[in-house]
């Protein structure tokens, strides 16, 4: 008799039980799941935001190294060639080094926003002292070099499209130069502009490789000041002298 009154003692689990225990190990699941994905949300934005900044510093060096690069053709003929625009520039630079002299490039830097690529277009001559004559035509370039590919514009705290280029000069107030570049020349540049150029602003939105996410872009910004600007001179606009 014992032995009966225990077996009916000894009840086992009840559907309730079995229905409460998997809806707690749901929310906990749930919960688990929710975790990872934002982990692996937040994961991915971070390496993408870092990918955006490495490629935009490595693009921003390069333009910063062909503008810094600028000489002046001869004494009649500035670093800056007429026509210079918000988004390119055409400058003569010189990339000779101590075991190897060569004549002076033409080059073109430009930003496209029809493939939103930075690119270099390179015109080379043989002739050792050359005359703007003795380059290609802007439309037949010898070679060409992609700088950076998917940029942007950048924009201002006001929503305005920043430019990708902005020239500066000396800005003179009555009789007296002041020696910082500070007055803006707008673009496109005449001749004139152009031989004034002092400092030369670089903006624009570096985006992750292979997309258009606004989200992790980086904005690149810096500023390289014309070599033969010198501040020091009586008269501050730049002379290739």
Do not use: W
């Amino acid at each position: 008799m014992r032995l009966m009154s225990r077996l009916r003692d000894e009840r086992g689990i009840t559907l309730m039980e079995v229905l409460s225990a998997a809806t707690v190990g749901f929310v906990v699941l749930a919960g688990v799941f929710g975790l990872l994905e934002s982990s692996v949300r937040l994961n991915t934005g971070v390496l993408a935001k870092t990918d955006s900044m490495q490629r935009g510093r490595i693009g921003m060096d390069k333009l910063t190294q062909q503008l810094r690069s600028q000489v002046c053709l001869d004494l009649d003929n500035p670093a800056i060639l007429p026509g210079a625009t918000d988004t390119s520039v055409t400058f003569y630079a010189d990339f000779s080094t101590a075991d190897a002299a060569r004549p002076p490039e033409k080059r073109t830097v430009k930003f496209d926003p029809a493939t939103n690529n930075i690119s270099a277009l390179i015109y080379k001559t043989a002739v050792a002292k050359p005359t703007p004559g003795d380059y290609p035509a802007l439309s037949a370039p010898t070679t060409s070099d992609l700088v950076f590919e998917h940029a942007g514009l950048s924009k201002d705290e006001f929503g305005a499209t920043v430019p990708f280029l902005t020239y500066y000069a000396y800005e003179t107030v009555g009789v007296t130069p002041h020696p910082e570049p500070t007055l803006l020349l707008p673009a496109p540049l005449d001749a004139t502009e152009a031989a004034r150029v002092a400092r030369i602003d670089i903006q624009f939105v570096a985006f992750p490789t292979g997309s258009n996410d606004v989200k992790n872009a980086v904005n690149m910004t810096d500023q390289i000041s014309v070599r033969h600007a010198d501040p020091n001179l009586p008269a501050f606009d730049p002379a290739c002298v």
